[in-house]
């Protein structure tokens, strides 16, 4: 297992007490990430809450088998007590205190260095918004913190090969006409579908990859009523058009919906 990683860390409360999360991004001394997580703790201090991100970072690193961990953290106070300089006079956190020590003792070397918010943007921001965070959001920026730039340039060479593969497609075609997602409308009260036919979905973005494909091309496109399930539920389709013509794609889910009249139709609403 290789050794020599840091632990970038911080906690924040919003009240103080309030509201509270940590951060915890674990990077190899060259700076790739290697892992990032946090979690929302409810109420606590913002001294609370740095050492929960404390013993976040030292229980991944006992877990993962690492014998060094250099820690990295903004706050002052936690860097210094740790460090045997400062007392703990406060008995909310003389138990989180003890358990970093004794996490530190079973992990071998853990060092600290206190750094300045700048260098701890990452951890910090995450931690001191993640409790009033859509679950989502989280994942989309721990997923995003992740890339690294050969990650970004790789993608970005993909997206070029894909580009050019659909305008030789659409040189041979004047639109698509494709489903907009593969599920029907689910309940207001479900943030988003977990499973499609019995087989569970990874994250929260697979309902939608029809449209998210679409998107990625840069292809402009118009989402239309198209009709209704057996239920009486909404469904709608995507037409697709040809690069910079957006007017065609306009004019076509015009003709469509006036041909139809689908989009005159409403259902009833449902009343509890």
Same mark, same amino acid.
């Not at 409810?42 to 809450?49: D, E, H, L, Q």
């Not at 959001?137 to 990650?151: C, K, S, Y």
């Not at 449209?211 to 239309?224: D, E, K, M, Q, W």
């Given at each position: 297992?290789?050794?020599?990683?840091?632990?970038?860390?911080?906690?924040?409360a919003r009240?103080?007490?309030?509201?509270?999360?940590?951060?915890v991004r674990?990077?190899?001394?060259?700076?790739?990430?290697?892992?990032?997580?946090?979690?929302?703790?409810?109420?606590?201090?913002?001294?609370?809450?740095?050492?929960?991100?404390?013993?976040?970072?030292?229980?991944?690193?006992?877990?993962?088998?690492?014998?060094?961990?250099?820690?990295?953290?903004?706050?002052?106070? +936690?860097?210094?007590?740790?460090?045997? =300089?400062?007392?703990?006079?406060?008995?909310?956190?003389?138990?989180?205190?003890?358990?970093?020590?004794? +996490?530190?003792?079973?992990?071998? $070397?853990?060092?600290?260095?206190?750094?300045? $918010?700048?260098?701890?943007?990452?951890?910090? =921001?995450?931690?001191?918004?993640?409790?009033?965070?859509?679950?989502?959001?989280?994942?989309?920026?721990?997923?995003?913190?992740?890339?690294?730039?050969?990650?970004?340039?790789?993608?970005?060479?993909?997206?070029?090969?894909?580009?050019?593969?659909? $305008?030789?497609?659409?040189?041979?075609?004047?639109? +698509?006409?494709?489903?907009?997602?593969?599920?029907?409308?689910?309940?207001?009260?479900?943030?988003?579908?977990?499973?499609?036919?019995?087989?569970?979905?990874?994250?929260?973005?697979?309902?939608?990859?029809?449209?998210?494909?679409?998107?990625?091309?840069?292809?402009?496109?118009?989402?239309?009523?198209?009709?209704?399930? $057996?239920?009486?539920?909404?469904v709608g389709?995507?037409?697709?058009?040809?690069? =910079?013509?957006? +007017?065609?794609?306009?004019?076509?889910?015009?003709?469509?919906?006036?041909?139809?009249?689908?989009?005159?139709?409403?259902?009833?609403?449902?009343?509890?």
């Amino acid at each position: 297992m290789t050794d020599g990683l840091v632990a970038y860390i911080d906690g924040g409360a919003r009240g103080n007490p309030g509201p509270a999360g940590y951060g915890v991004r674990v990077e190899q001394s060259d700076g790739t990430l290697v892992e990032e997580f946090g979690e929302a703790i409810g109420t606590a201090t913002n001294n609370v809450a740095e050492y929960r991100g404390l013993l976040a970072a030292l229980e991944w690193a006992r877990a993962h088998g690492h014998r060094q961990l250099h820690v990295r953290s903004d706050s002052l106070l +936690l860097v210094q007590q740790m460090l045997g =300089r400062f007392k703990v006079k406060h008995p909310g956190l003389q138990p989180l205190h003890a358990k970093a020590r004794l +996490l530190a003792h079973e992990i071998g $070397r853990v060092t600290f260095e206190h750094v300045g $918010r700048a260098h701890n943007a990452h951890a910090d =921001r995450l931690a001191e918004w993640r409790a009033e965070m859509q679950q989502g959001l989280v994942w989309n920026i721990e997923q995003g913190l992740g890339l690294t730039p050969r990650d970004i340039g790789r993608a970005e060479k993909l997206r070029s090969v894909l580009w050019e593969r659909v $305008r030789r497609f659409m040189e041979r075609y004047d639109l +698509l006409v494709l489903p907009t997602v593969a599920v029907q409308p689910f309940p207001v009260e479900q943030r988003y579908p977990t499973e499609l036919n019995g087989k569970a979905l990874a994250n929260y973005t697979q309902w939608f990859f029809l449209t998210y494909a679409i998107s990625v091309t840069g292809l402009p496109v118009i989402s239309v009523p198209a009709g209704f399930t $057996r239920d009486g539920l909404p469904v709608g389709i995507q037409i697709v058009g040809r690069r =910079r013509e957006d +007017l065609a794609v306009l004019q076509v889910g015009h003709a469509f919906e006036q041909a139809t009249g689908v989009g005159r139709t409403r259902p009833p609403i449902a009343i509890a």
